[in-house]
T-cell receptor
Framework: DGGITQSPKYLFRKEGQNVTLSCEQNLNHDAMYWYRQDPGQGLRLIYYSQIVNDFQKGDIAEGYSVSREKKESFPLTVTSAQKNPTAFYLC??????????FGPGTRLTVT | EDQVTQSPEALRLQEGESSSLNCSYTVSGLRGLFWYRQDPGKGPEFLFTLYSAGEEKEKERLKATLTKKESFLHITAPKPEDSATYLC?????????????FGTGTLLAVQP
C-alpha cells in the first residue's frame, strides 16, 4: 500500500536535547512538507522540499532543521534552540501543492 | 496580509440537520482553495480542490462551493461519522506559491 509514515507516534524528551522525527513516503512524490499543529492554531509550515537535496524554510523554521538526501525521506530535527517544542508534528507529501497526503503525526512532549 | 478565517470554530448538529461551514480569505490572488478533514489525533485527509468562483465539488454528503471572497462546505443530512475538524487551506499567487495557508478549522460534532 502506498502511503506516508511517521515515527514514533509519541515522543518524550528532556529540555535541551535534540530530537529527530522520521517521515517516509512511498508515493513517489517530489514535494514533502513539515507542519506543526498547536491547539487553536492552524497548521504552520516549518520546512518544505520540492526536490532531493533542496529545501526551503517555512513560516516557523527557527529551532528546526531538515535534510532531503532521498526522495522517500524527509526527517525533521527539533533542536534545543526551539523555545516551545511541545506540539503535534505532521509530515506531508504531494504532487500538487494543494493536494497533500499527510502522515499520522508525531506528538512530541518536551519537559 | 494574506489570511484565511474559518467559522464557526465549533458546530454541533443533530443527525440529519444540514448546515454550512465557512472559509473566508483575503488574498492578493487566489490560486486554489482546498478542504481537508481531520479526525482527532490523526493527519488531515484531502477532500476537495476549488480553483475559480462558481465552482462546486461534491462527495457523498459534502458539497464545497467557492466565491470571490469565501468558500462554503455544505453538509447535507449529516451522520455521526461526519464528526471531525474541517480545515480550509489556500494557495496564493505571488510570494511563495509552493505552500498553503491553513485556517484554524471548524470542529463539527454530529449527535445521533
Amino acid at each position: 500500500d502506498g502511503g506516508i509514515t511517521q515515527s514514533p507516534k509519541y515522543l518524550f524528551r528532556k529540555e535541551g536535547q535534540n530530537v529527530t522525527l522520521s517521515c517516509e513516503q512511498n508515493l513517489n512524490h517530489d514535494a514533502m512538507y513539515w507542519y506543526r499543529q498547536d491547539p487553536g492554531q492552524g497548521l504552520r509550515l516549518i520546512y518544505y522540499s520540492q526536490i532531493v537535496n533542496d529545501f526551503q524554510k517555512g513560516d516557523i523554521a527557527e529551532g528546526y532543521s531538515v535534510s532531503r538526501e532521498k526522495k522517500e525521506s524527509f526527517p525533521l530535527t527539533v533542536t534545543s534552540a526551539q523555545k516551545n517544542p511541545t506540539a503535534f508534528y505532521l509530515c506531508a507529501s504531494s504532487i500538487r501543492v494543494g493536494e497533500q497526503y499527510f502522515g499520522p503525526g508525531t506528538r512530541l512532549t518536551v519537559t | 496580509e494574506d489570511q484565511v478565517t474559518q467559522s464557526p470554530e465549533a458546530l454541533r448538529l443533530q443527525e440529519g440537520e444540514s448546515s454550512s461551514l465557512n472559509c473566508s480569505y483575503t488574498v492578493s490572488g487566489l490560486r486554489g482553495l482546498f478542504w481537508y478533514r481531520q479526525d482527532p489525533g490523526k493527519g488531515p485527509e484531502f477532500l476537495f480542490t476549488l480553483y475559480s468562483a462558481g465552482e462546486e465539488k461534491e462527495k457523498e454528503r459534502l458539497k464545497a462551493t467557492l466565491t470571490k471572497k469565501e468558500s462554503f462546505l455544505h453538509i447535507t443530512a449529516p451522520k455521526p461519522e461526519d464528526s471531525a475538524t474541517y480545515l480550509c487551506a489556500v494557495q496564493f499567487y505571488g510570494g511563495a506559491t509552493n505552500k498553503l495557508i491553513f485556517g484554524t478549522g471548524t470542529l463539527l460534532a454530529v449527535q445521533p
